[in-house]
């Protein structure tokens, strides 16, 4: 909790020099910026239940429990997303995961409520697997896996009850991490690999894509 208080300052001290520095355009540090949040208009999901790469059926987002695991307003770039290559890729058990390419050290919070079953904090950036992890149950036989976070950057432990929008931790690229970035699944049955992960959509996505796409450029709406 330390790190996260000590992250969050952080960050706000930087975003403060930012807006001082707003005269610089080439400045190259770019920052997941908070803007106001605009309203999600739902209409404009275009959803004909789309199928992921095993068959599986993507649930219409009008309708969908998962938020974006950052606050509304935020802008944000994913990386590979589903069904896409490499270890997202058809043949392997994150096909479906969503990896969501932000800075280390960023806050990322419950894309849904449940209570966590799961908290994983003691490794340092540089092993291997699964890295530092925090799973969420949500209660109806589904769970939700953050992946990739720093030693002890994990803010809640197991057995307590999470909303959705609550402060999970901070992203990182501990085990499996070529860089940092919040790595994000739903599995049913069960958390741990190999596991039976499932299609999911996000409600408060814009643009209002039904499937996120790899490599590109996203912002969380109210929800
Ligand atoms: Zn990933």
């Known amino acids: 909790m330390k790190t996260i208080r000590f992250r969050f300052l ?7 020099l930012l807006s001082c520095s707003s005269t610089n355009p080439s400045a190259d540090v ?20 789309e199928k992921g790469c095993d068959g599986k059926t993507y649930p219409n987002p009008v309708h969908s429990p998962y938020v974006i695991p950052f606050p509304p307003g935020t ?15 058809v043949q392997y058990p994150d096909r479906y ?14 894309s849904r409520g449940g209570v966590i079953a799961y908290v994983k904090e003691d490794q340092s950036s540089q ?16 769970f939700g896996i953050y992946l990739h976070s720093p030693k002890n950057g994990i803010a809640v432990k197991e057995g307590d009850t999470i909303q959705k929008g609550d402060l999970l931790g ?22 741990r690999w190999p596991y039976d992960a499932i299609p999911i959509t996000f409600k408060n996505i814009i643009p209002a894509d039904v499937i996120v796409k790899s490599y590109s450029s996203y912002k969380a709406c109210n929800y």
């Open 10 to 16: 952080l960050t706000f001290a930087a975003l403060f």
């Open 30 to 49: 770019v920052f997941s910026t908070v803007n106001i949040a605009p309203d999600c208009n739902n209409s404009t999901f275009n959803y004909s239940n």
């Open 75 to 89: 802008n944000f770039k994913t990386g590979l997303t589903n069904c896409s290559s490499s270890y997202h890729g």
């Open 97 to 110: 995961a969503f990896d969501f390419n932000v800075n280390e050290g960023t806050n990322f919070y419950a």
């Open 127 to 142: 092993g291997g697997g699964s890295g530092n992890w925090v799973v969420i149950n949500h209660l109806d036989n589904t």
């Open 170 to 191: 901070i992203t990182g690229r501990s085990g499996l991490a070529g860089y940092p970035h919040l790595h994000f699944i739903v599995t049913q049955n069960d958390y």
